[in-house]
Every structure is written in structure tokens, then in C-alpha cells.
């Protein structure tokens, strides 16, 4: 079946559930996994660009230190559950795009993620990346809800 599952992670609550049931699935599976997280870059806009100079610089250093933060401890928890795990962080102002170059390249045959289950006009204006890498990957998708 699945050998090799890429799990995306943002630091919610709910990739928190996400990550917990991709564990899971692994274990039962006794498949390996990537568990990534996409940090978006920052566009300061500003007439003042002195002023900002430095922002963008503290923005990159805390989203990094956070998602390596996240990252290690969702691996430590996929070693406690016996689920071998590799980890990733990507940069890109489309976090779906990430997950899928992520998966592509790290030669996932799986997604899993979770979604907040939103539908009609909410899951539009919303923009989920859920739905995204839905209706984009190649690579088959568990959607947690």
C-alpha cells in the first residue's frame, strides 16, 4: 500500500489532529514519513524602506526557529510512535505549492492533511490550501476532519 506519507504541518491545532491520525496510518501501515511546514515570506511595502530594513530579517529567523520548533517536536512524537521520520521546511509564498514539490520531490505516494471541513461559499473565500493541494497533487490525499 503506502510506503512513504508526507504530512504538512502549520503549528495549529488542527495539523496537530493532522499529524496525530498521518502517525497513526503510518504506523499501521509501517510506512515512513515527511512531515514539512511552508513558511511564506514576508513583502514589506513601505516609502520608509530604512525604517523596515530589518523586518523582514526578524520575520524569516522567528518563522524558521518556530517551524523548526514545530518540526521537532512532531518528530519526536512520530519516534515515539515507532514511525520512521524524516523532516522538511519549505519557502514559498503558496504553502500548497510547497506540500506538492514536497511530496513530489521527497517521493511521497501520499498526503495527509487536515481540514476545518468548510464547504460552499466559506471553502471559496477561505482559499484553503487543503482544497488546493486537493484539486492539484497527483499524489492521492487524506483529508483529516
Not at 512520530?78 to 511530496?103: F, K, M, W
Not at 471559496?124 to 483529516?144: F, H, N, R
Request: hydrophobic share 40%; glycine share 6%; net charge positive.
Amino acid at each position: 500500500m503506502y510506503q512513504h506519507i508526507l504530512i504538512p504541518i502549520d503549528g495549529s491545532e488542527l495539523s496537530r489532529l493532522g499529524l496525530v491520525n498521518g502517525l497513526a496510518l503510518a504506523k499501521a501501515l509501517q510506512a515512513r514519513v515527511t512531515i514539512m511546514t511552508a513558511i511564506e515570506p514576508i513583502n514589506v511595502l513601505s516609502a520608509e524602506t530604512v525604517q523596515f530594513a530589518s523586518v523582514p530579517q526578524q520575520y524569516e529567523r522567528q518563522a524558521r526557529e518556530r517551524a523548526r520548533q514545530w518540526l521537532a517536536d512532531a518528530a519526536d512524537q512520530a519516534r515515539q510512535a515507532g514511525v520512521p521520520c524524516d523532516t522538511a521546511i519549505r519557502e514559498n509564498s503558496q504553502p500548497y505549492l510547497s506540500i506538492i514539490e514536497c511530496a513530489t520531490q521527497g517521493g511521497c505516494d501520499l498526503i495527509t492533511m487536515s481540514s476545518h471541513g468548510r464547504s460552499g461559499m466559506a471553502a471559496v473565500m477561505v482559499g484553503s490550501q487543503t482544497q488546493k493541494v486537493l484539486t492539484k497533487s497527483k499524489i492521492p490525499v487524506l483529508v483529516y476532519r
